[in-house]
């Protein structure tokens, strides 16, 4: 079976969300139960291709817009693996803005720009095979900016690929003039303006979604928006994420202050110890260390933080925020920071040794999600026995267990509010206090598999059934 993974990111390449990880660590998966996968994503300006050691295999032109782009082709293998990855290297299109989807701020001119950039990818798709001399018998693609390789695929009656589209997150949408599309062959659009995913959603082969709950909720308007009513008349599977559990192991972990594991759980607090005096936090393993390692924007419930924060810091809590986003959030963390700078640190960048530390340092992970529609951080959290403190939706819900339900590890709350978030910080700093209680939370949290050997044999299982 030969399957190509088309991705506007991958990690390490190019990384902004958990898309990233997963078209990262799925193909690895694959690639060592026998499939011959390959991905393609740009080539963009921070991506190095030096250091990835990337040798060009071909050169071509791109017909886009009535206009031909020479594109360069390099290849690279995806760390710590043999599977091979292309990137397509075209200065117009892939090199500026150097973000990968633009800047937060970003004007009507510039998302233009950023809904062409990822319309260039999907058609240079084809072309490119040619040039690479691999035929799969199926495109995974990933969310809206690469959608409209399943209507380019429906519109080539000749080729024979079959597509899945996976929906890492459904609320990101776009829109392109009619006139547009039918320029680059897709034709018998009816609307004026035509959205992305909605096209890629009525075109492939078979859609899925990262968990099963998140499947079930895209048919309500509050989670897709327009798409409900599409969604609703399509097939949906959900299949859960997995983690890389080789890389993150807390037994093995090299940017930990002290190395444990599930046996030795009581090393465990030297890493809280080690997190505050780093951080200049008072330095009390009473205090419960609420950690949270996220993008800064509504859909995280970061509204329903601010709350918690102003509410419970006075009391004995901690809070270590870190991650980037929207500037409002930015400047309200910073002035509590100040407020309270032996209680909270926040950190407005990521870095992922220092995300590590606060997996393991923390006592509790903070997911007051609006949606969800999987989460990799409950289950890094699960990994180093630090028990996350989850919203009730999407992917968070097939994985955290409240505390006081047989196989507990972690603490559920329901409604998007700042009170019930709050009920839930109190219920776990209650839990805290008994030791044994917690101690066996943690235990269960460790034991959880979240590896993606599971999921591989889904998508192994989904996939023939697409190209029989």
Not at 106 to 125: D, G, M, P, Q, Y
Not at 195 to 208: E, M, P, S
Not at 284 to 301: A, C, D, E, I, P
Not at 345 to 367: K, N, T, W
């Amino acid at each position: 079976m030969k399957v190509l993974f088309v991705s506007s990111e991958v990690a390490p390449f190019a990384k902004v969300g958990g898309l990233a990880d997963v078209v990262s660590s799925l193909p690895k998966k694959l690639k060592r139960v026998g499939v011959d996968v390959r991905v393609l994503i740009p080539h963009y300006q921070q991506t190095k291709l030096g250091m990835l050691r990337a040798k060009i295999v071909g050169d071509t032109k791109i017909f886009f817009g009535n206009k031909f782009y020479k594109v360069k082709i390099f290849q690279a293998f995806l760390p710590g693996s043999r599977v091979p990855i292309y990137l397509l290297q075209q200065k117009k299109w892939f090199t500026n803005p150097p973000e990968i989807y633009g800047k937060p701020t970003i004007n009507k001119k510039a998302k233009e720009h950023i809904t062409k950039r990822f319309l260039f990818l999907s058609v240079s798709v084809l072309q490119i095979l040619k040039n690479v001399n691999f035929e799969p018998d199926l495109i995974h693609i990933h969310d809206w900016p690469v959608a409209p390789v399943a209507g380019l695929l429906k519109s080539q009656k000749k080729i024979k690929i079959k597509s899945l589209l996976t929906l890492h997150n459904a609320a990101q949408q776009t829109s392109v003039p009619k006139k547009l599309l039918k320029s680059l062959g897709i034709a018998n659009q009816t609307s004026a303006q035509i959205n992305l995913l909605k096209l890629g959603i009525q075109t492939a082969d078979a859609v899925n979604t990262v968990s099963p709950t998140y499947a079930k909720e895209l048919g309500k308007k509050q989670f897709s928006g327009e798409l409900a009513a599409t969604i609703r008349g399509k097939k949906i599977s959900g299949i859960l994420n997995g983690i890389d559990t080789t890389s993150f192991d807390p037994n093995t972990d090299p940017y930990l202050w002290t190395k444990y594991s599930a046996k030795t759980l009581a090393k465990k607090i030297k890493n809280k110890s080690g997190l505050q005096k780093n951080l200049n936090l008072l330095n009390n393993k009473s205090l419960l260390l609420v950690g949270m390692v996220t993008r800064l924007f509504h859909q995280k419930g970061i509204e329903l933080l601010v709350q918690a924060m102003e509410n419970l810091t006075p009391g004995p809590f901690q809070f270590v925020i870190l991650g980037t986003g929207s500037k409002k959030y930015h400047e309200i963390l910073s002035i509590l920071e100040k407020k309270f700078p032996k209680k909270i640190c926040f950190i407005p960048e990521f870095d992922r040794h220092l995300a590590r530390q606060i997996y393991a340092g923390s006592d509790v992970f903070a997911m007051p999600s609006l949606f969800e529609p999987c989460g990799l951080g409950q289950m890094i959290a699960h990994r180093y026995g630090t028990l996350p403190v989850a919203r009730d939706t999407g992917g968070l819900h097939d994985t955290v267990v409240n505390y006081n339900k047989k196989g507990g590890n972690g603490f559920i709350f329901k409604k998007f509010t700042g009170e019930a978030f709050i009920k839930s910080l109190e219920e776990a700093r209650v839990t805290f206090q008994n030791k044994k209680l917690w101690k066996k939370l943690q235990f269960q949290a460790m034991s959880e598999n979240h590896s993606w050997n599971r999921s591989t044999k889904e998508y192994l299982k989904l996939y023939k059934k697409i190209i029989k």
